[in-house]
């Protein structure tokens, strides 16, 4: 009935019930249980988008949006089936502005599209959580990845957001200037808010200049402490580094053993470093003395941009690395900490990691202390899967004890929905209010955050 | 009756009702009319305010915070009387983790106290409304000021919040890591929001390392447009310079008439740069460079610390200077556009000014677009002040029409909730709705934001 209803009102061609659309629409990149929507739609514009939520309102279905579906934690999923809305379609560039370095986009363009147009001009938008994902869906989730210790996450980057709300009105939270003391600041609000909030229809951001050069190093240090200490090291000194990832000893010997790559299988920094000529061989330099101080060995420095792409093609495939083989799946922890605590925590991770006899990483982005691991299970062995989950949880909790948080930049989803009450404590149920007040219907994105 | 049971519950040491005090806590800065609270308490700790609010539940009587006063719309003003809250003795640092660069301070402690305390750690932190206000008072208001451009404002430098809801309930906004995709990000929801939403006990914030060297410099250009386009420039071309201050000739005349400065009387530009020594040789001389070519004048460079400290100390006395006389008063905008619409906004601003043949000034935070007003008014003239106000709302409106906000960094307060509508439409009824959500029985701050 009500699927009828979005043919009708929306256009046939914009509602698919073929097997391919609701199959494609039912996971993400997480492995949380697949669930098939009811109905896939692909709106155009803002209309499009409230015709869908007055339908859903008026016959009670709950609405999942879905950007490319490379979510983690199972956000895209629809777990009580109904319309899943696709953003293919919604992929355009409403407004550019260069002289004040901000774009306001629909939320089905992905960041790379996006770069490639903003390129002729000497900007970038500069958040990459490592995957060419789309801009609604690195809203939706609070991306941040490798390039968060200078650039921050997401919710540092919008200054405003053109929502459609469960029961049709269109706000705006914020406006196209730089700063604002007026109302109450709630678009950070709808930031990793999952979809469970509204439905995002324009996304205005701020733009960045291309940095001019762009330097790259690896080294090695002897235990996951040290690698720790470094990223301290640096964070104190003040030193604009623009990317700065660890991968442990059996990271490395898993990229190598999956690709032909020949890195020294000990624990390793990556660097990136990006600025003007000048500042980017003093910053080199100064990184290079500090690390040699704490041990630090195997120093490459590569100016190439093709050996540059190398070794970040490396960095992006770890996650795949692991699951090459046949019946082989994987968990993975998000968890992010003070910088005092990063030592400590590595150590507990590898430690976690070990107790399995499961193969799996440590890696991730520690100059802001979101470190992730990923721990390798057979699906065909009974108790595999939930001993690898263990050490997620076991994790979680310890990240939570020090003064951390659960996920750094994947999002609740389904798989954090355990640890909010023990993180947020009594804020949970300001939260659920303002989930309530929002959404009092209950067909945003149900099932997700709580 | 709920007097007595402050005394008994807090202790009568903590509870003043001295006439003094009253007066004290009876008005801000702001042209807004004094009203005196009922009572005014001084609480050492989250207990006592948890007391506090317990007390005004009861009694419904209404709670307003009070930082040190300076605020610019009225938000600390008790306009249904009731009890001020002073933070005088909540100044406390908690906690403070020079690795993490993070410290955690209870609300009444000064950017200044706090700063004292940071330097011998080579830290800093950076955000200055211009006066030594309470972090607690910057909070509530999402202050910024003349280091906005590189660091923006207070909403960007909080980690989490523990606040004391209205029902007694302590939350915690956010955790002590870097970043979080965890539960709704909804920790700038209660920053800006004037004490209308809960009662701040601690605040965890960032902190910044304190630059090698300071380098200012000041220059005159020809009309109001230039100088909104050099801001513009040195924006695009990602000069991080720490800050970019304009005033006009208006402005200029006013400070060297009621000081004995001698700066040259024309539109003017005063910069800061701030970093490691070489950096700041190249930004400075770059930005030379850029001013020249837009027919700059004057340029005047100092590298010394105590001409520096003139410099700044003419730009803080500048509000002062315009109101010396006897009988005289002032009304100030605080309007922040796209930068691409600085240059309109700001000749608009100046034209307003003159057409209501009073005194004024236009000057402000161009690097992030954010710039004041200040019309002087003689109070014993009648309707000078309604005329002096009409320029307010001529600008404010201006300023929503093109994109921007109609306070950028002074808040809500009392002066601006007649554009709340205009500026935020249909988002206010989800605001009021947060608001009705977090303080039900509304005993805190009535009166403010809407």
Not at 246 to 252: P, T, V
Not at 280 to 291: M, N, R, Y
Not at 316 to 332: H, I, N, R, T, Y
Not at 386 to 413: D, F, M, W
Request: net charge negative.
């Amino acid at each position: 009935m009500y699927i009828e209803q979005l043919k009708n009102k929306l256009g046939s061609e914009k509602v698919s019930l073929e097997e391919k659309d609701l199959k494609q629409h039912s996971h993400d990149e997480s492995p949380h249980e697949a669930i098939d929507p009811d109905v896939v739609c692909f709106p155009e514009n803002r209309q499009d988008i409230k015709t869908i939520l007055e339908i859903a309102r008026t016959y009670k279905v709950p609405v999942t949006p879905y950007g490319i579906g490379s979510g983690l934690e199972g956000a895209a999923i629809p777990v009580h089936h109904g319309i899943s809305i696709n953003f293919n379609k919604m992929n355009q560039i409403i407004d550019f502005s260069p002289e004040d370095m901000t774009v306001t986009v629909q939320p089905g363009i992905t960041r790379v599209q996006l770069n490639q147009f903003l390129k002729e001009y000497g900007l970038m938008f500069p958040i990459d959580p490592n995957i060419d994902a789309s801009i609604g869906g690195m809203v939706a989730t609070n991306a941040s990845g490798t390039t968060g210790l200078r650039y921050g996450a997401m919710k540092d980057q919008i200054l405003d957001l053109e929502i459609v709300l469960s029961d049709g009105t269109v706000i705006h939270t914020g406006t196209k200037a730089k700063k604002s003391s007026s109302g109450y600041l709630f678009t950070n609000l709808f930031v990793g808010s999952e979809g469970t909030l509204g439905i995002f229809t324009e996304i205005t951001m701020k733009l960045y200049g291309i940095p001019e050069e762009t330097v790259m190093a690896r080294c090695t240090l002897d235990t996951l402490e040290v690698c720790a200490k470094a990223s301290q090291i640096i964070s104190l000194k003040g030193i604009p580094i623009l990317r700065l990832e660890l991968m442990d000893k059996e990271s490395i010997v898993e990229m190598n053993r999956q690709n032909d790559y020949h890195f020294p299988e000990k624990h390793s920094l990556f660097l990136e470093f990006a600025g003007t000529k000048n500042a980017i061989i003093h910053d080199v330099e100064l990184v290079k003395k500090l690390l040699h101080e704490l041990g630090c060995e195997d120093w490459v420095v590569s100016r190439d941009p093709s050996e540059q792409q190398e070794i970040w093609r490396a960095r992006k495939e770890l996650s795949l690395a692991f699951v090459q083989e046949e019946g082989m799946d994987e968990v993975g922890a998000d968890v992010c900490v003070p910088i005092s605590r990063l030592p400590e925590l590595l150590t507990y991770a590898r430690q976690l990691i070990q107790e399995t006899g499961l193969r799996g990483g440590v890696w991730g982005h520690v100059g802001d202390g979101n470190f992730h691991t990923l721990v390798l299970f057979d699906t065909r062995i009974k108790g595999e899967k939930e001993l690898a989950e263990s050490t997620n949880e076991a994790l979680a909790k310890r990240a939570i004890e020090v003064g951390g948080t659960c996920t750094g930049e994947h999002g609740v989803g389904l798989g954090k929905i355990k640890y909010q009450e023990i993180e947020h404590g009594p804020a949970v149920r300001i939260m659920k209010g303002i989930k309530q007040l929002l959404d009092p219907t209950g067909i945003l994105n149900p099932g997700k955050i709580f």
